[in-house]
Every structure is written in structure tokens, then in C-alpha cells.
């Protein structure tokens, strides 16, 4: 057996996250979640995020949510982190530093 299952999954995130690549993220972290239990999405290297990439995170905490797995944000930038508090969205994602 596979030590790994057990390991969360990293979906790692650079750049924007705008209207034009949150599409791309959305499949992204649809896809992880429907293979593994646990799913990290690494927004360490992230410079920008709009509407457009809080909605695809959402999405798939819903996906997590109704499939019984995890979505765990990491390495929040000061702008995603802004955008969470602005929004409320903080409380009800799980965010780890």
C-alpha cells in the first residue's frame, strides 16, 4: 500500500488568480478533491486575487464539504488574506499559515 494516501494533496498557486486563470484553478482543485481526502491549496506565491479566484476557492470547499474531504488554504498572502477578512470568508475556510 501506497504510504502517501494518507498525505494531503498540494495544488500549488502563483501569480493572479483573476477571471482569466480561476477557471483553470477551479478544475484544478475539483479534480484533486474528487482523487484525495485532503487538499492543500498553496497561495504562498500568489501576488493577486479577485472575486473570480475567492469564487473557485468556494466552489470547492462546497465539493469538499459535500464529498466528506478537506480544503486547508496555505501560505495566505497579505492580499488573499484581506480579501477573506473583507468578505467574512476567514471563519468558515480553514487557513493555516
Not at 42 to 54: I, N, P, Q, R
Not at 67 to 87: M, Q
Amino acid at each position: 500500500m501506497n504510504g502517501q494516501r494518507n498525505q494531503p494533496f498540494i495544488v500549488r498557486v502563483n501569480g493572479e488568480i483573476d477571471l482569466d486563470t480561476a477557471p483553470a484553478l477551479r478544475r484544478a482543485l475539483a479534480a484533486a478533491l474528487d482523487a484525495h481526502r485532503e487538499v492543500v491549496l498553496d497561495l504562498s506565491e500568489v501576488t493577486f486575487m479577485d472575486c473570480a479566484g475567492l469564487g473557485a476557492v468556494v466552489r470547492a470547499r462546497n465539493q469538499a464539504d459535500r464529498s466528506g474531504r478537506r480544503l486547508v488554504l496555505r501560505g495566505t498572502s497579505g492580499c488573499v488574506v484581506r480579501l477573506l477578512e473583507l468578505t467574512g470568508l476567514q471563519r468558515r475556510l480553514a487557513v493555516e499559515p
